[in-house]
């Protein structure tokens, strides 16, 4: 982390995880236990939780966020959720691009641009993800896929909304809930290709603004090494994020 250029922010994806009560329980429980984080908090938590987790985290410093958003406001799409829909209940945040969107639902590097345009266009904050398949890691590929993915996503973003409503989350797709974290130095090292891309498609200004998460069996005990690269702005947190301690931990890692 670099906290004179940018602000840390953690981030948890419960992904599908937690009832309604078993949300207001969790964030009753970690809300004292960031409540003086030098760092942004988020908890992107399932759609039917949102309800209770904006209530449970009313007046608190943690912010709320959606797992994905659909790209069309309104429409024959049975089953989605649109960002006027999400924006219209005081969520601030979404994810878009995760790799389980990617993988298993079909979301392509076009809709996930669609997706976060839509989620600008109604004033929400967006943390777009990107990250390679191990087989792409073994190729040597990395640095073009995320350097692709983050292109796409980014395509039309203005410099304004890239400063102000765009986290980058670099996701290593073999290291998301397998326990096998990137190393403090991989992770750097996307990253930082990730601001340098930024800087091309913008200017040093904006890459110097740009807050890049790293993700992927994130958890208590790694945070503090990766969170101490320059170029690693905070974390997407899965499994880590469930556990009211685990996820403290980490907040209180980027607090430091
Ligand atoms: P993990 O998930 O921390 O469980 O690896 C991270 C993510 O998918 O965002």
């Not at 309604?20 to 409540?35: F, H, M, R, S, Y």
């Not at 389980?100 to 266009?121: I, K, P, S």
């Not at 096998?180 to 603004?209: C, F, H, M, P, S």
């Not at 740009?210 to 992927?216: I, M, P, S």
Request: aromatic fraction near 6%.
């Amino acid at each position: 982390m670099n906290k004179q250029l940018r602000k840390a922010v953690i981030a948890g994806n419960w992904k599908m995880n937690k009832t309604p009560a078993e949300t207001t329980a969790l964030i009753n429980e970690i809300k004292p236990l960031v409540a003086d984080a030098d760092c942004e908090v988020i908890v992107c938590v399932p759609y039917i939780d949102l309800a209770a987790a904006l209530e449970a985290t009313k007046g608190s410093n943690i912010k709320v966020g959606a797992e994905n958003c659909h790209w069309a406001a309104s429409g024959a799409f049975t089953g989605e959720v649109s960002a006027p829909m999400l924006a219209a209940c005081g969520v601030e945040y979404v994810i878009t691009g995760h790799s389980e969107r990617r993988t298993y639902f079909g979301d392509t590097d076009v809709t996930v641009h669609d997706r976060t345009r839509a989620a600008l266009d109604n004033g929400l904050k967006v943390i777009v993800c990107v990250g390679e398949y191990l087989e792409q890691r073994e190729q040597g590929v990395t640095m073009e896929v995320v350097r692709s993915q983050t292109k796409i996503a980014l395509a039309g973003v203005s410099k304004e909304e890239m400063i102000n409503s765009i986290i980058i989350a670099y996701e290593p797709v073999w290291a998301i809930g397998t326990g096998k974290t990137a190393t403090a130095e991989q992770a750097n090292e996307v990253n930082k290709a990730i601001r340098e891309l930024v800087g091309e498609l913008y200017d040093a200004e904006t890459a110097d603004k740009a807050v890049v998460q790293y993700g992927g069996s994130m958890n208590a005990a790694n945070a503090d090494e990766l969170l101490a690269q320059p170029d690693v702005d905070g974390g997407l947190i899965g499994g880590a994020s469930l556990k009211a301690p685990d996820f403290a931990a980490i907040v209180k890692a980027a607090s430091k």
